[in-house]
């Protein structure tokens, strides 16, 4: 959406020049501000959507019994993924209760 607003505005061109062209005028300087507002809202909402998002946002709850960490939705009842969590680097030994078992989601 940027890339289409900017090459709009200098002639088709992505290097910056404006392609004697003279200085952007209000109304498209208001265009490409409106043009990034979109496409960082675009990203947010896609970071927010991937695993790695909800990952690193969402609640985290692993089960000391089972050694299971479940990520939640944005909800924070609907499981969206799970994995076995190990005590050590190797992954040969099981977790067992200790440490941390709940991460509240990031706000």
């Given amino acids: 959406m940027l890339t289409r607003a900017v090459s709009g505005l200098y002639g088709g ?6 392609a004697g062209k003279a200085a952007l005028t209000l109304e ?3 265009a490409l501000l409106e043009a990034n507002m979109a ?11 991937s695993k790695i998002g909800k990952y690193l ?12 960490m479940t990520v939640y939705e944005a909800d924070d009842t609907t499981p969206a993924f799970s994995a076995a969590v190990k005590k050590d680097a190797a992954g040969t030994i099981p977790y067992n209760g200790t440490g941390a078992e709940r991460i509240e989601r990031m706000t």
């Fill in 13 to 18: 061109r992505r290097n910056g020049s404006f």
């Fill in 28 to 30: 498209q300087r208001v």
């Fill in 39 to 49: 496409t960082a809202a675009e990203i947010v909402a896609a970071m927010e959507a």
């Fill in 57 to 68: 946002l969402n609640k985290k709850i692993t089960d000391p019994a089972t050694g299971i």
